[in-house]
């Protein structure tokens, strides 16, 4: 398996402002993706990163939204830009493939931000 | 496209009860399946997997078996734990290359009474 980190662990953001979180893995991985979890709801993708292009977006989820940064093969940032209450929810990094097996996603621990 | 039907809950049970938790799943060919727990303010983690046919996934006492025939992956245990109560997530990842994300099922709340 693998050490994964997300910064922050949560935050209560005001409307209309940005939170930027991080994702970080102690191992190279091949895949990394971003889901959220709204709450009491079950995980909905939001999009691929990509390393070194630009992410893959879901239905219903885009870029001036929620931009997203994959430097290099352990490390990913995910945007939640011009935040609105409906954007509660926890925000999830997993990942796959590499030094893993690319079969199976590993989950950190969620980001869980509230908007006022 | 690839969906996930997973039994509501929320389940209570007394402990040392019998559990299962319904999964069904549709996709083409033999997509990997897994289960995922959630204990109360964590994040996920993987509980067990099958990536085949008749394969059966266990982990701390809870097992699954991936029926091909009846699309399904009902999740049990013979025995369950106050510990064991969390959201329990049916999850598939699909054969082809751009299916490599998971689909989730609902989740299911368990609850265990002492």
């Known amino acids: 398996s693998a050490v994964i980190s997300q910064k922050p662990s949560r935050d209560i953001c005001q409307r209309g402002t940005s939170l930027t979180i991080q994702c970080q893995v102690d191992s190279q991985v091949t895949m990394m993706f971003w889901y959220r979890q709204q709450p009491g709801q079950s995980l909905t993708l939001i999009a691929t990163?990509?390393?070194?292009?630009?992410?893959?977006?879901e239905s219903g989820f885009v870029i001036d939204k929620f931009p997203i940064s994959r430097p290099n093969l352990t490390f990913s940032t995910l945007t939640v830009s011009n935040m609105s209450p409906e954007d509660s929810s926890i925000y999830l990094c997993?990942?796959?493939?590499?030094?893993?097996?690319?079969?199976?996603?590993?989950f950190g621990p969620g980001t869980r931000l509230t908007v006022l | 496209g690839n969906s996930v039907t997973q039994m509501e809950g929320p389940v209570t049970l007394s402990e040392e009860a019998f559990l299962t938790i319904n999964c069904t799943y549709t996709a083409t060919g033999y997509p990997s399946l897994f289960w995922y727990v959630q204990y109360p303010g964590e994040g996920l983690q993987l509980l067990l997997k099958a990536t085949k046919a008749d394969d059966k996934g266990s982990n701390k006492g809870f097992e699954a078996t991936y029926r091909k025939e009846t699309t399904s992956f009902h999740l049990e245990k013979g025995s369950v734990q106050v510990s064991d109560s969390a959201v329990y997530f049916c999850?598939?990842?699909?054969?082809?290359?751009?299916?490599?994300?998971?689909?989730f099922g609902s989740g299911t709340q368990l609850t265990v009474l002492p």
């Open positions: 999850a598939l990842r699909g054969v082809s290359v751009s299916a490599r994300q998971l689909t």
């Open positions: 997993s990942v796959a493939g590499q030094d893993l097996s690319t079969d199976t996603q590993y």
């Open positions: 990163a990509n390393q070194g292009s630009e992410a893959t977006y």
